[in-house]
């Protein structure tokens, strides 16, 4: 089953999805539309809202609260996106310019914000205080998880560990409460629920770990970003951590100068050192181990095709090439 298959099994529940969507945008300010629409139709792999219509399809129980649930979900992810497009200084996102490359920067900030107290007035409406709670703890565990990048950009000395902690943070947090928070609406047991988040916690490393393979192996025009964007802003992923511990003195020397320094400079020698030291083959195979453990987490569920598209999504996380 590929992606569009997987997509398939819930394209039906996709329409009330993407009309609640565009429902809560609105707004009396013209600027607030205008570039929330432009993010959020940019043309996104919408997992997140689709891992939530897919979890609850596990009992057969999608409602409207999750129609809902997966919008606030998409405007918490695309919030995200507008103020890390702007820390990141980017100017491309699936192939087009960023919002702040359109706009500017105060506006992205600014609708970024407005995402964010819309999901939560969405969230009053939805009327589910687990969910609330669930939503409120996954959004601050975000929000520190970008700020540990920021902190460790330019920093070659970061491990594997503080990088773990930082994907699980920035990324992986919001995946398992996609999937946590359909259980709870669906209500699901306790049981079920935690392997919910388990399932959506390791998908959503096994798909970051592969964002950062794509970084030094993916083509630009596929990927709709610059290859090379890590290093050139100066962030230590697992492939450069690989590299450098696998690597010689001085192709360490060399990568640890790049981190600190940022830039392309030595593009080409770094993609050696890191093809040298077989460091994207140990994070795709990391990638592998997450994506095993997000299908053993759906053991609990009966066969359906909702289970079945959300073992294909595991493995779809890892083969990507975008």
Not at 95 to 123: C, I, K
Not at 189 to 213: C, K, M, P, R, W
Request: aromatic share 6%; net charge negative; hydrophobic share 45%.
């Amino acid at each position: 089953m590929d992606q569009k298959a997987v997509f398939q099994t819930v394209a039906h529940e996709f329409d009330a999805v993407n009309s609640t969507i565009h429902q809560y945008l609105a707004s009396n300010v013209p600027m607030v539309e205008k570039v929330a629409e432009y993010i959020i139709d940019s043309g996104g792999k919408r997992l997140r809202p689709m891992l939530v219509l897919l979890s609850a399809g596990l009992a057969g129980k999608i409602s409207p609260d999750h129609h809902l649930l997966a919008a606030i979900i998409e405007f918490l992810h695309t919030a995200t996106l507008l103020h890390d497009d702007v820390v990141d200084k980017s100017d491309m996102r699936r192939g087009r310019p960023t919002a702040n490359a359109n706009w500017g920067n105060a506006p992205s900030v600014l609708v970024g914000d407005f995402l964010y107290a819309r999901s939560f007035e969405m969230l009053v409406k939805l009327g589910n205080l687990d969910v609330m709670g669930q939503l409120s703890d996954t959004t601050s565990k975000n929000a520190e998880g970008e700020v540990m990048q920021l902190m460790n950009v330019k920093n070659p000395n970061t491990s594997e560990a503080q990088y773990m902690e930082v994907i699980t943070g920035k990324t992986a947090i919001l995946f398992k409460a996609s999937a946590q928070t359909a259980g709870i609406i669906a209500g699901y047991t306790s049981e079920q629920n935690a392997a919910l988040a388990d399932y959506g916690l390791h998908l959503g490393l096994a798909f970051q770990l592969i964002d950062d393979v794509l970084d030094y192996a993916g083509d630009s025009a596929t990927l709709g970003k610059n290859v090379g964007d890590d290093l050139a802003e100066g962030k230590p992923t697992l492939p450069l951590i690989h590299a450098m511990e696998h690597g010689t003195d001085l192709d360490k020397k060399l990568i640890k100068e790049c981190i600190r320094k940022g830039g392309l400079v030595h593009l080409d020698e770094v993609l050696a050192i890191i093809d040298k030291t077989n460091s994207l083959n140990y994070v795709i195979d990391t990638a592998k181990q997450h994506a095993d453990k997000a299908k053993e987490s759906l053991s609990l569920f009966a066969d359906s095709t909702y289970k079945t598209a959300m073992l294909a999504l595991a493995d779809i996380a890892v083969a990507r090439d975008k």
